[in-house]
């Protein structure tokens, strides 16, 4: 089934005027990004599928976003899951803004969603938003203050992405990858540390995220596997 990303393109997903300006662009901004040594200071990584980079591409892309994307393939059977990755270092003034990003788009969260596709909660789609203690902590206004409404935008707005095999496969596997570095970082909440444990904890993170450790490991590679081959049982090849 191929995926209208001109559709997709279209829409907001998530709308709350001017949110920007209550949280000084927190989702397009590395907050955390002085802390880090290896990791770039002040991108923000943008994952995007290949089917949406090259429309994204096919549209001129965002004139601001400089840096050349990476590219990266993993095998299911003798199937490949392409990815690509943009460096953005827009600050929320991408250029132009229709083109930013599908994960833009649907932040702050991703659904956790079942085989059928049906939405059974949400999960923070920045990696660097797993590790607040509680909705009231987190820097996103949307977040702390608009629960409600924010889930039933998304719930709303996300059936389309839903009715496609390919999303089903990719919100699960989302799902396993945020768990998995949570797992490895032992649930540990940066609002509830210190300075110093805060230094720690960030260079913990980097580290993960450079060596990719939570994702090596036997269990997680045979988990995905599994989730891929569920999915092909009940909707046929899809990648």
């Known amino acids: 089934m191929e995926i209208n990303w001109n559709s997709i393109y279209s829409k907001d997903f998530v709308s709350f005027k001017d949110c920007y300006l209550t949280c000084d662009g927190y989702c397009c901004k590395n907050f955390f990004g002085d802390y880090f040594k290896l990791l770039h200071k002040k991108a923000v990584i943008l994952p995007m599928l290949e089917g949406e980079f090259l429309y994204y591409k096919s549209q001129g892309g965002i004139q601001n976003i400089t840096q050349k994307y990476r590219k990266e393939e993993f095998s299911f059977g003798d199937k490949k899951l392409v990815l690509y990755y943009l460096s953005c270092e827009c600050g929320g003034l991408c250029n132009p803004h229709y083109l930013r990003p599908l994960i833009c788009r649907i932040y702050p969260y991703f659904p956790i969603v079942n085989i059928y ?26 977040v702390r203050e608009y629960q409600d409404d924010l889930k039933k935008q998304l719930s709303e707005s996300l059936k389309e992405l839903l009715c496609y095999p390919l999303f089903i496969f990719i919100f699960q596997l989302m799902e396993i990858l945020a768990r998995s570095l949570r797992d490895s970082l032992n649930h540990q909440c ?17 580290w993960n995220l450079l060596s990719r450790k939570p994702w090596k490991q036997l269990k997680f590679k045979e988990e995905t596997y599994r989730i891929y081959k569920e999915i092909v049982a009940h909707y046929g090849e899809f990648l």
């Open 190 to 206: 940066i609002d509830l540390l210190s300075e110093k444990e805060k230094v720690d904890f960030l260079k913990k993170i980097e």
């Open 117 to 142: 596709g049906d939405i059974l909660d949400f999960y923070p789609v920045s990696l660097m938003d797993l590790f607040f203690s509680s909705s009231a902590n987190h820097r996103c206004t949307l």
